[in-house]
């Protein structure tokens, strides 16, 4: 959960450190501004991704199931600076055990939504994956 009033604090704290006045006219707003911010771009903190894969029971599979072109953005945790991108996420399932593509989707989303890092985004994806499903490959 994100501490709106103390971000707005560093937020104006911030702001006097590098020689702005906070109370100008363009930057009154700004910390409240960065702590609504904080919530939709760092949403992902307080989502269990296992969570949102479904797996379901279907006939046996063995083919691959592929998701391209899956947009996200992230902030990194080394400069708080944001990075975009594209993912692409495919699994060979196990028997009978699959879910749905918006799922895999989903999934990018929730771990791309916190402060991250590009590579333990791409493992944490895979990781979440391989434990809900438990698929092949």
Do not use: W
């Not at 702001?15 to 911010?37: F, K, N, S, W, Y």
């Not at 904080?38 to 006939?59: F, N, R, T």
């Amino acid at each position: 959960m994100i501490d709106h009033d103390r971000v707005q604090q560093a937020v104006r704290m911030f702001l006097e450190a590098i020689g702005e006045d906070p109370d100008r006219e363009g930057l009154r707003e700004t910390p409240q501004r960065v702590a609504r911010m904080c919530d939709e771009i760092l949403k992902g903190m307080d989502v269990d991704p296992a969570q949102v894969i479904k797996v379901l029971q279907s006939e046996d599979h063995d083919e691959i199931v592929l998701v391209k072109n899956i947009p996200f953005h992230s902030l990194c945790e080394h400069h708080l600076l944001p990075f975009v991108g594209v993912a692409h996420v495919a699994y060979i399932p196990e028997g009978s055990r699959v879910t749905g593509i918006s799922k895999l989707a989903r999934v990018v989303d929730v771990h791309s939504r916190k402060l991250q890092l590009q590579e333990r985004l791409t493992t944490a994806v895979a990781e979440t994956i391989m434990d809900a499903l438990r698929p092949r490959a």
